[in-house]
């Protein structure tokens, strides 16, 4: 079946370092990929999605792009903010709109 | 904006209990879901319904059952709570069923089961 791989955390960074978080998938068929964040004592807030093969998602300075070659949704931002601490979680979305979710990255940045 | 609620955001209950979870979106979602989130699990899916009066399993429906009588509200029901079932529940709903819809989150319900 369809699912999500990510990097474990906690992954811990200074302010203004660059932040990487991996994500790879194995899916039959097309599916349509999302990066969500979860801020302490809250519900998933969609951060970005992509839908195609080689589409670059992006929101509030973060990116990811979809490559079908390498099966990945790699999350970037090149300076982060002690606010962009949260749980990260990369998701897929079949053809029948069934998701699957990683385990979840936790980030802290530090001032 | 959409807005999905839950109504409790901390629940206790003792083994045995019945729990009722609800959840309720303000923007004429046809799919909603209930998923439990766990330390490094991420979230696993209870169940979902595509539209009024439908459901179905997800990946873990064991000790789970789902009612949805009103498009606008997902019920989730723990018929004989165990402490194995002490989790944050979360619910989502989205406008359709294919792949590029996202998901949206309610704030979840952690429930404690002693």
């Known amino acids: 079946g369809d699912s999500v791989t990510q990097m474990e955390g906690p992954v811990t960074l200074s302010e203004e370092a660059f932040l990487t978080i991996n994500c790879t998938y194995t899916a039959t068929g097309y599916p349509s990929l999302f990066w969500y964040v979860q801020y302490p004592g809250e519900g998933l807030q969609l951060l970005l999605k992509?839908?195609?093969?080689?589409d670059k998602g992006s929101n509030k300075g973060f990116e990811a792009t979809y490559r079908k070659e390498t099966t990945s949704f790699h999350l970037e931002k090149g300076s982060v903010q002690v606010s962009d601490s949260a749980v990260y979680f990369c998701a897929l979305s079949d053809s029948w709109g069934k998701f699957q979710f990683g385990a979840g990255t936790q980030v802290v940045v530090t001032p | 904006d959409v807005k999905v609620t839950q109504s409790s955001r901390y629940l206790v209950k003792r083994t045995g209990e019945k729990v009722f979870l609800e959840c309720v979106q303000d923007m004429d979602h046809e799919n909603m879901f209930w998923y439990r989130q766990d330390p490094g699990l991420g979230l696993r899916l209870i169940y979902f319904s595509y539209d009024v009066k439908m459901k179905e399993k997800g990946d873990i429906p064991e000790g789970y059952s789902v009612s949805r009588e009103k498009k606008e509200r997902f019920s989730l029901i723990l018929e004989s709570a165990s402490t194995n079932q002490t989790s944050m529940y979360l619910c989502?709903?989205?406008?359709?069923?294919?792949?590029?819809?996202?998901?949206?989150f309610g704030p979840g319900t952690r429930l404690t089961v002693t």
């Open positions: 989502a709903s989205r406008p359709y069923k294919g792949s590029s819809y996202e998901q949206y």
């Open positions: 992509a839908t195609k093969a080689d």
